[in-house]
């Protein structure tokens, strides 16, 4: 089987040298060290030097030609005892210099992005918002995907060089080929190409699209080389509840964020409202996640590892169902196998589309059922009675773990 993907496929791979990564709203240059070093920065106009006191670690080019929206070139010269890179900017414009130390195989390195304006991210921002109101007019659900990792983060490197970066960017376009087939469904990616997103920024974009489902792919390695399969992550009841207190605390960052959620003055009415967003969230993400995972164990024939409870940045989406899906394990020789394999990724995308269908079908059963909407002193109970069904049926149904109720909750009755 050929790997037919961006990226070496032969020994353990290790970032080295100076390498860039074009993305929407800035360039990356990482810069591989052979140990620690503080980097120092100047700019001279559109010049920005930034020096180091060690050596760059492997093989490099002295000149980068990059002539992307920001960065004609970059240079790379030995100076004063270290290095220097010599970042030709296009136009005058910000930029920010951090240090990520070793890790997981990965050498020291220094990174310089150099980043758009903001108001190229104001209007980014604002096409979004747009896409997705005109998509929500076509299609009736709207589902954002994110491929994890990218560019300077490759994610988990697994046998044969098998970069994660690859492998879900890979699956994730073919699964949003499949669902955008139906008519009812479109799909947007948080990155369509090969460059690194914060972890909030793709929170973001799944709420600028109005996203009915949000979906982090993930292909990572196991501490034991037997474990094989997929799993899925919703997020735990801690995450939630450090989500909601950061909210509270940055109630501007969170209008701005959560578009699609009302807001008040009142930080009582707020954290009820935010709380209810947090558990359809966590409940309808763990519905979501275990269709999904049904449908690749029974399509692709891959072990079902189940849902897991976890506190996770991507994963904190108040109002949107969020899963983080685990597709395969890079230390595992049948898993690689199966993703070198065009034909198998196909495959897996196939059955995560129709996982996705499935949890529609599911949400439409659902909106044709009546609801009612749960009052101060109400109890499962007393709803149950009032409707002539069961305790555990409304728990069924509405995918309780527990029969605590709040004030405005939705609840559907079969």
């Known amino acids: 089987m050929v790997l037919a993907l961006s990226g070496p496929s032969g020994a353990r791979f290790t970032y080295q040298g100076v390498s860039f990564w074009s993305a929407p709203d800035h360039t990356r240059v990482v810069m591989a060290l052979v140990g620690p070093a503080k980097a120092k920065v100047k700019r001279k106009g559109k010049l920005l030097v930034v020096h180091v006191r060690s050596r760059i670690k492997g093989p490099y080019r002295r000149i980068l030609k990059v002539n992307d929206d920001l960065i004609s070139l970059i240079r790379v010269e030995r100076a004063r005892g270290g290095v220097s890179l010599f970042i030709h900017m296009k136009k005058k414009t910000s930029f920010r210099v951090f240090t990520i130390k070793k890790h997981k195989g990965l050498p020291f390195r220094v990174v310089v992005d150099v980043l758009k304006p903001p108001s190229y991210l104001a209007r980014q921002k604002k096409r979004r918002l747009e896409v997705g109101?005109?998509?929500?007019?076509?299609?009736?659900?709207?589902?954002?995907?994110?491929?994890?990792?990218?560019g300077s983060d490759p994610?988990?490197?697994?046998?044969?060089?098998?970069?994660?970066?690859?492998?879900?960017?890979?699956?994730?376009?073919?699964?949003?080929?499949?669902?955008?087939?139906?008519?009812?469904?479109?799909?947007?990616?948080?990155?369509?190409?090969?460059?690194?997103?914060?972890?909030?920024k793709r929170v973001e974009i799944a709420h600028d699209y109005g996203a009915d489902l949000f979906i982090s792919v993930h292909s990572n390695k196991a501490p034991d080389r037997r474990i094989d399969g997929v799993m899925a992550f919703v997020?735990?009841?801690?995450?939630?509840?450090?989500?909601?207190?950061?909210?509270?605390?940055?109630?501007?960052?969170?209008?701005?964020?959560?578009?699609?959620?009302?807001?008040?003055?009142?930080?009582?009415?707020?954290?009820?409202?935010?709380?209810?967003?947090?558990?359809?969230?966590?409940?309808?993400?763990?519905?979501?996640?275990?269709?999904?995972?049904?449908?690749?164990?029974?399509?692709?024939?891959?072990?079902?590892?189940?849902?897991?409870?976890?506190?996770?940045?991507?994963?904190?989406?108040?109002?949107?169902?969020?899963?983080?899906?685990?597709?395969?394990?890079?230390?595992?020789?049948?898993?690689?196998?199966?993703?070198?394999?065009r034909?198998?990724?196909?495959?897996i995308a196939y059955s995560v589309c129709k996982g996705i269908v499935a949890y529609f079908n599911y949400r439409d059963r659902i909106k044709r059922m009546r609801?009612?909407?749960?009052?101060?002193g109400d109890t499962l109970w007393k709803i149950a009675r009032m409707h002539n069904t069961t305790v555990d049926k409304l728990m069924a149904v509405n995918n309780l773990r527990?029969?605590?109720?709040?004030p405005g909750m939705k609840l559907f009755v079969p």
């Not at 509840?241 to 969170?254: F, G, Q, Y």
């Not at 609801?371 to 101060?376: A, S």
């Open 155 to 200: 994610g988990a490197i697994g046998l044969y060089g098998i970069r994660e970066k690859d492998i879900v960017l890979d699956i994730s376009r073919r699964i949003a080929r499949y669902c955008n087939s139906y008519n009812n469904i479109q799909v947007f990616l948080t990155r369509k190409g090969d460059y690194y997103i914060p972890l909030q």
């Open 343 to 347: 034909t198998y990724r196909d495959r």
């Open 402 to 406: 527990s029969s605590r109720l709040y």
């Open 235 to 341: 997020l735990s009841k801690r995450g939630a509840r450090s989500s909601l207190v950061r909210m509270l605390e940055d109630i501007e960052n969170t209008e701005d964020i959560v578009k699609d959620i009302k807001l008040s003055r009142s930080r009582t009415t707020n954290r009820v409202v935010l709380d209810v967003a947090h558990q359809f969230s966590i409940t309808e993400g763990e519905r979501a996640g275990k269709l999904i995972l049904a449908y690749l164990s029974y399509m692709a024939g891959m072990k079902n590892r189940g849902i897991r409870k976890a506190s996770l940045k991507v994963l904190k989406n108040p109002g949107i169902p969020s899963v983080l899906l685990e597709i395969g394990f890079l230390s595992n020789k049948r898993d690689v196998g199966r993703l070198k394999s």
């Open 133 to 150: 109101e005109s998509a929500r007019r076509r299609h009736k659900y709207i589902v954002v995907l994110d491929p994890g990792h990218g």
């Open 371 to 376: 609801y009612y909407m749960v009052k101060k």
